[in-house]
């Protein structure tokens, strides 16, 4: 039984009924819990619980800081290819955008990586959009080799593999992965992603399972908020983080809460998620996952990152670009999408030392055989 | 009695003479800048670092600039799921100039954060063979305790209770067992929160405590540093001084046996 499995189940119990129905003593039988089950996060997703959510929030910050300590980890994104073969009808990088493609050679990902690492930072993320023309194995392979050179924790956010395909890249020295499911809910999956190898749901679904079997360290999932209702997508990335949890406890399970922001294209998101539900989803999976990490990128402004830290976030991205070679080229028009905090390393660094938090730039070391 | 009170009470492990009995460690600080003032106010004379967190190269962020070259480090193996990897990082450790002592943190339940205890045997056998001072964290189970011994161990660290919980000695029982039938220094590890606690491990003849996320999660860990120092020392002097014996009423007379010497009087 895989997570699809699981999913149907709870896609059978009406899981909008079930959210309604949540009372405020339900919430408060909850929050008096040590340890939650599934019902249990259910309850905490519930209208009912956000006249709650400063009881969730103080009781998140303690769990965190209690088993992270005041600590946040530091990482960057690296975008290696923006070719796509999808037809994804919310993404920047949708293969019918008309934006500029570019992939970098060994020499710009030598040059983007000696750029980075001049920060401090030694923990990288790589993105490439979906082409095993322009990213392929080999093509990872190679960047992967360089960046070993110059980073201690590799995480690579691709395009889903096989198993093999993940030890490979292990081999190769990549520790982390991140995939968002985008949505949970298939029907609408299926629609908004019209063409290409991403249209395959389980696929994509099975992939960070695959990526635990191959025994990666450290696995991040998200859906990405706006697509669909907020409630059920945080449902079901929760349940899935901790399925993944239940089947392979020596994984470093995280989970991001990536809010839709502007890019090239037309398409505007059916379910904005605010705040205050934003900041619900957080407090609450925190509660359900004590040991789970929760990383906040810079899709998010300066003044909110300050403010959510405390209730639960572990890892944080820094002097960010989605643009390709965007940390040494002078061509910007490659993004993704727009960022909403700009803020350099070490302004981050310092602003993170005065909200009492220690960066932390170094939280793994590579150990290749 | 008072001889050992003093530095004839050391804690010997791996050819090192130990007076202060609380190890420390370097994890979920707000400011590794506040390293230099909790071994000083402690008194402590060893430092667990993760290897992991430890970067050699940076000139800014590198939390082995803020540990005193006084005291003994104690590099441990977190983030390691099985005994090769362990053994990897141990390796990279002793070549990075950190010594020759190890932790071993062999954990595949990240839910819990509960040591691998198989897992932990293999490594303290291939790293004690190496020459490392290996210094296993343990669930208290007296058949791995065992085999660890047989493998090199040159102490055991229990688990008090699951670590970062600050519950105390919930495996006391377990502990106890340790206690009495090792050779080997017993060293409480994980779980401690508060200074009582550490001083009842002392009493009942721990070796030592380690005491980590109880400092550095405290509102003032400096402040928290001092008083789990004077609990370790307060605990084992109550050790040395042999506690009396515990009653469950109170015991002014003799009631069954008073008769016997009431002639006498």
Partial sequence: MGFYDVYKQWEQKDVDGLLKSVTSDDVLRTLAKTRLHEQDYLTLLAPAAQEHLEAMAQRAHDQTVAQFGKTVVLYTPMYLSNYCVNHCLYCGFNARNNISRKHLDAGEVEEEARRISETGLKHILILT????????????????????????SIAIEIYPLETQEYRELITAGVDAMTLY????????????????????????????????????????????????????????????????????????????????????????????????????????????????????????????????????????????????????????????????????????????????????????????? | MTAFLNAGDALEIGGKKLTSRLFTGTGKYASDTMIPRIIEQSGSQVITVALRRVDFQSGTDNVMKHIPTSVTLLPNTSGARDADEAVR??????????????????????????????????????????????????????????????????AVMPLGSPIGSNRGL????????????????????????????????????????????????????????????????????????????????????????????????
Wanted: with cysteine; aromatic share 8%.
């Fill in chain 1, 129 to 152: 959009g979906e082409s095993r023309t322009w990213a392929s194995m080999d093509y990872l392979k190679t960047c992967v080799a360089i960046l070993s050179r110059y980073f201690t």
């Fill in chain 1, 181 to 369: 499911q985008e949505t949970y809910n298939e029907a609408l999956y299926d629609r908004l992603h019209v063409k290409g190898p991403k249209k395959n749901y389980r696929f994509r679904l099975d992939a960070p399972e695959r990526a635990c079997e191959a025994r990666m360290r450290s696995v991040n999932i998200g859906a990405l908020l706006g697509l669909y209702k907020g409630r059920h997508e945080s449902f079901y990335t929760g349940l899935h983080a901790w399925y993944l949890q239940k089947h392979y406890p020596e994984v470093d399970i995280s989970v991001s809460f990536p809010r839709m922001r502007p890019h090239t294209g037309s398409f505007n998101p059916d379910y904005p998620v605010d705040d205050v539900n934003l900041v619900q989803a957080i407090t609450a999976l925190r509660l359900f996952m004590p040991r789970a990490g929760i990383t906040m990128s810079t899709r998010e402004n300066a003044e909110f990152r300050n403010q959510i830290l405390p209730l639960g976030v572990t890892r944080m991205s820094a002097g960010s670009t989605t643009v390709v070679g965007g940390h040494t080229q002078k061509n910007q028009d490659t993004g993704q999408f727009d960022i909403s905090d700009e803020r350099t390393v070490d302004q981050m660094a310092l602003s993170l030392s005065s909200l009492g938090y220690q960066p932390v730039f170094k939280d793994w070391q590579a150990i290749k055989a």
């Fill in chain 2, 89 to 154: 990082i141990a390796r990279l450790a002793r070549a990075a100039g950190c010594g020759n002592w190890i932790k071993i943190e062999v954990i595949s339940d990240n839910t819990y954060l509960l040591p691998d205890g198989y897992e932990t045997v293999k490594a303290t056998g291939i790293l004690a063979n190496e020459g490392f001072v290996v210094l296993p964290y343990i669930n208290p189970d007296l058949m791995v305790a065992r085999a660890l011994v047989n493998a090199g161990a040159a």
């Fill in chain 2, 170 to 265: 919930m495996t006391r029982e377990m502990i106890r067992i340790l206690i009495d039938e090792l050779e080997v220094p017993v060293i409480v590890d994980a779980g401690i929160g508060r200074p009582s606690q550490a001083c009842e491990a002392m009493e009942m003849g721990a070796a030592a405590c380690l005491v980590n996320t109880a400092i550095a999660s405290a509102a003032d860990p400096v402040a928290m540093a001092m008083a789990f120092g004077e609990a370790v020392r307060a605990g084992r002097r109550a050790f040395l001084a042999g506690p009396g014996a515990e009653r469950e009423k109170a015991s002014a007379s003799s009631p069954l046996t008073g008769f016997l010497y009431q002639e006498a009087r």
